[in-house]
């Protein structure tokens, strides 16, 4: 069965500091991954996504992250924080490839790390 | 294009009742699937439907269904709410393969008293 695993619940940060949000993940094929944030009472934005290829990946609003097969991990980073980017951010893992047929439309969720931002 | 909507935004019921929550995916897209969130829990998925047919299913009880109508727009039902029903649900859409990327919509709160 497919896990991630957010260690870190709540992480603070200066604006203008850097940041990385940590992501592990478990899956027995390729896996596809995802990173989401979430805004208070809204839905879920697509930052970015690894699906094969080169392992370093840019998305939007200057995030990227990098995959990292031998460590299991697809963390997250920025490398100048604003304060618009506290919100709650959940990395997610998908199945790649038909799996039998039954993971198609299934992500499964980290437990979320919550972003504050002090001016 | 237009987002992922769903209906109500916001609805409050009592145990034992039923609700209905529907979900209209981006335009071209034929897959929709249903997450819960929850505090203690997180996201968890619930199910995902492709073409009117359930496609895959999560690990919640026979309380929670769900169907797809032709235009790919899919509704949700929980019946005999219980309190630990009360979360947001969120609906995603994508087009259809694995691969693709799933756009979420901005969920319907739901609280049962």
């Known amino acids: 069965a497919q896990s991630v695993t957010q260690p870190d619940i709540h992480i603070t940060v200066s604006e203008g500091a850097s940041l990385e949000l940590r992501c592990n993940y478990s899956?027995?094929?390729?896996?596809?991954l995802f990173w989401y944030v979430q805004s208070p009472g809204q839905g879920l934005q697509l930052l970015l996504k690894?699906?094969?290829?080169?392992?370093l990946v840019q998305g939007i609003k200057g995030f990227e992250a990098e995959f990292k097969r031998s460590q299991s991990s697809f963390n997250l980073r920025k490398p100048s924080v604003h304060w618009s980017d506290a919100a709650e951010y959940f990395c997610?893992?998908?199945?790649?490839?038909?799996?039998?047929?039954?993971?198609?439309?299934?992500?499964?969720f980290g437990q979320g790390t919550i972003l504050t931002v002090h001016p | 294009k237009a987002g992922v909507t769903q209906t109500p935004r916001y609805l409050i019921k009592t145990r034992g009742q039923q609700v209905t929550l529907s979900c209209s995916p981006i335009?071209?897209?034929?897959?929709v699937s249903w997450y819960q969130q929850t505090p203690g829990q997180g996201l968890q998925f619930l199910f995902e439907?492709?073409?009117?047919?359930?496609?895959n299913k999560g690990n919640f009880p026979g309380r929670f269904s769900g169907r797809q109508f032709s235009n790919s727009r899919s509704e949700m039902n929980v019946s005999t709410l219980e309190l630990g029903d009360s979360a947001l649900y969120l609906c995603?859409?994508?087009?259809?393969?694995?691969?693709?990327?799933?756009?979420f919509g901005p969920g319907t709160r739901l609280t049962v008293l």
């Open positions: 995603a859409s994508k087009m259809s393969g694995g691969t693709d990327t799933q756009y």
């Open positions: 899956y027995g094929a390729t896996p596809y």
């Open positions: 690894y699906f094969s290829g080169d392992t």
């Open positions: 997610a893992v998908g199945a790649q490839g038909n799996a039998g047929g039954t993971s198609y439309g299934k992500l499964t």
């Open positions: 335009s071209g897209h034929r897959s």
């Open positions: 439907y492709f073409s009117e047919t359930q496609r």
